[in-house]
């Protein structure tokens, strides 16, 4: 289902995938730097969980300033909390690349404002901790500040994360986290010698079974 979310004064083209059968909770997708919404990785996953009882919806905001984006990503959590159509008791919030940042930036300041109870989880893919090369400026302010479950789905290979690096910063995070290594892939996600597909089916398993673990502990 295609949507548009107003957004000051313009809007974010977004698009649904509804499950078949009742939704409890949602996960909001986007994209990193460049592409769009339909970036293959994000297409794949958002097809993988509705077909699981998870609603997504994935969006496109194309601005590369980390705070225009995360403002867009505010107002489309905003937009599904008080969506008539889907009632849902909770929304993970999930990005690739920038992506993931803009939805890190989107938790804490929803957690200062006290108003997160409507946010369950974050998952970050290919979170880009640091430039290529540049490991002394790590961008992990907002992830420090984060309570609510993290799932970090990385290339081993990243150039944008290396892999001691995020280590380090995970273990000093205070919230409940789990990183899972997609071996030799780069910050694509790429890996010689095995499909994109073979890699795309690892991704969303582990976030599926993830964002199923973190559903039924919020129930228990």
Known sequence: ????????????????????????????????????????????????????????????????????RARAYKTVVEYLKLSDDYKLSGVFLAGRSMGSRAAASVIRQLSQDGDDDFIQGLVCLSYPLHRPKLQSKLRDEDLL????PVLFVSGSADEMCEKQLLEDVVSKMKAPKKIHWIDKANHGMAVKGRTTDDIMEEINTQVFSWLTENIELEHK
């Open 145 to 148: 500040f984060i309570r609510c």
């Open 1 to 68: 289902v295609k949507v548009k979310i107003p957004f000051g004064n313009k809007y974010l083209d977004a698009i649904f995938s509804v499950p078949a059968k009742t939704l409890t909770h949602g996960v909001i997708l986007t994209h990193g730097a460049g592409g769009d919404m339909n970036f293959p990785q994000l297409v794949s996953l958002a097809a993988y969980l509705a077909s699981r009882g998870v609603l997504c919806l994935r969006f496109t905001c194309k601005g590369l300033n980390i705070a225009y």
